[in-house]
């Protein structure tokens, strides 16, 4: 598995254990231990994002940072191997 592959399946992991905490919160919005978790998967995933973005190119079209160039269309998309 080559590095930007590890890196995607890390972000996928830590998004989805967001979304679950996040479920989990829709029906008990008082827990904090639940917050706590999400905000972690959160914050994680998106620090993963960024760090994804930096060495490979953007996740998603709304990533594009360049002021010069349209790199969504000159790079590997995400999902593509």
């Known amino acids: 598995m080559t590095e930007r592959e590890k890196l995607m399946k890390q972000i996928r992991e830590y998004s989805f254990a967001a979304l679950e905490w996040n479920l989990y919160l829709d029906t008990h919005p008082n827990s904090k231990m639940a917050l706590g978790y999400f ?3 959160s914050r994680k995933a998106t620090e993963l994002k ?3 973005a930096e060495k490979f190119g953007p996740i ?3 990533d594009v940072n360049s002021d010069t160039e349209w ?5 590997p998309w995400p999902w593509s191997n």
């Open 60 to 62: 998603t079209a709304s």
């Open 50 to 52: 960024k760090l994804y």
């Open 39 to 41: 905000r972690d998967m």
């Open 71 to 75: 790199t969504w269309v000159t790079q």
